[in-house]
């Protein structure tokens, strides 16, 4: 399918659409679409539902404006819709402090049902940053994930790059060092 019509970045800014991703089955509906259109069908086998569901959180996504039919055939008589992101990536708003972050979630339960006898790149780093610093790190980041996007094959198997750089909350630390 060519994404070149698509919008780079979808920006979550409703809360119908901010429900839409908070949950799991269908962040993992739109993950398996993140690459290429898939039916109702197809989506089921992959994320593991029975078609019902599949079809009931992928209408819901589709309200909410995060997917959307990319094409039609008829087969046997019944229309079968082939679905794709509405947008390269979606943005979601700031949770503000103490909020949930639903991508960190999402992703940890990614990462808790990956398999755990496959390779796996984890690590945590404890950084003290000028504001400069943090600032590089956070663009460099970046770059690298836009440049490994780019390179992604919808051939071969998924792989999720995850990464949060923040700044702690100091109920714990002091600038001078703990407590």
Known sequence: MPTDDLPETFHVTTDEQLRAVSSLTRHRIMAVLRFEPATITQIAERVGLAKGSSSYHVR???????VKVVR???????????????AGSIALPDPGEGGPDVLMRHAVADLEASQA???RHVRMAHLRLTDEQFAQLGARLQALADEYRKLSDPSLPDSSLV?????????????????
């Open 60 to 66: 819901l996504l589709e309200r909410a404006g995060l």
């Open 117 to 119: 006898d496959g390779e």
């Open 163 to 179: 990464f949060a750089l923040f700044h702690p909350a100091q109920g714990e630390q002091t600038k001078g060092g703990t407590k």
């Open 72 to 86: 039609t055939r008829k087969v046997r008589g019944v229309t079968e819709r082939y679905y794709a992101m509405a």
